[in-house]
């Protein structure tokens, strides 16, 4: 499985980005999916993550009620929608599947390269 993150850049406090996520390889639509972030000199951490059918959404407590997480398994894409950012959201963003478990917990199987949000004062 290949994944593809695109929509990273720069934008003010404030301001919203939506990130995306190709997949090919696999069936995508039997997968769930997440994102993940890593901020300068810290560890990766949880964002968001969707399971394989779009009905159920897990959010770390930092992004809930900014971030939306949502999928197309027609086209085979993820998509992130960030809102109200902050600058401490600034961090390369990547995207993730799991082909079985629980999208909240288990350790993903395949990973994209990430793309990076700044999100200026």
């Known amino acids: 499985v290949q994944l593809q993150a695109s929509g990273g850049g720069l ?5 919203s980005l939506r990130l995306s996520c190709a997949a090919s390889g ?3 639509s039997t997968y769930h999916a997440g994102w993940f972030r890593r901020a300068p000199g810290k ?6 993550a969707i399971n394989w059918s779009g009905d159920n959404t897990y959010y770390a407590d930092s992004v809930k009620g900014r971030f939306t997480i949502s999928r ?3 086209k085979n894409t993820v998509a992130l929608q960030m809102n109200s950012l902050k600058p401490e959201d600034t961090a390369v963003y990547y995207c993730a599947v799991l082909v079985r478990g629980n999208p909240a917990v288990h350790e993903y199987d395949y990973w994209g390269r990430g793309t990076l949000v700044t999100v200026s004062s």
């Open 72 to 74: 197309d398994n027609a």
């Open 11 to 15: 934008v003010q406090a404030g301001g």
């Open 26 to 28: 696999g069936t995508f």
């Open 43 to 48: 560890e990766r951490e949880f964002v968001a």
